[in-house]
């Protein structure tokens, strides 16, 4: 196994319309993906997430909602909680935060991407999904500025646009792609960054 500072880490970040492509994205991986996948999906802060039940059932990597502390594994699925922030550290670990709302949001994918970039440089991979609002364009440069790779959702696939639209707006995304495309190019590059580093 990777050390932690080695440890390549794929950063997910969704809203409206973006449970459906995460699913289809986690069922498609393969276990053996040699990297820890952390998750940000918008949601209401006020009701229990059964999102991992949810994921969790249309897939064969292990997935469960972060808690404070958590261990980050290869081929293992972490889940921001509702109402907190998500961040890996350079530990192998997780913290959960209630840090002040990004985008009028929390989680924030762009805590999230931010965070992996610092953990990760370039092993880290940002992938932005269907959603409403431009959360995760600043945490998109961060990424890129490490030296990672961020991939974005394409127009056509996406029920909201907007996300992936703001990431791309940024200049900093390796890859627009249709969601069937998405899985593959994930195995690819972080199979290819593993090996490379």
Known sequence: MATHDQLSIVGI????????????????????????ILVVQHMDPTHTSVLADILGRSTTLPVQQATAGAQMEIGHVLLAPPDHHLLPTARGTVV??????????????????????????????????????????TGVRAIKAAGGIVIAQDEASSEVFGMPGSAIETGDVDMVLPLMDIPRAIEKVVRERGDGD
């Open 96 to 137: 959960l935060s209630r840090e002040p709302r990004v985008h009028f949001v929390r989680p924030s994918v762009d805590v999230l991407f931010t965070a992996i970039a610092a953990v990760s440089s370039s092993r880290a991979v940002g992938v932005v999904l269907s959603g409403s609002g431009v959360d995760g364009a």
């Open 13 to 36: 970040g969704a809203s409206a319309g973006g449970i459906t492509p995460i699913r289809e994205i986690l069922a498609a991986l393969e276990p053996s993906l040699p990297a820890a």
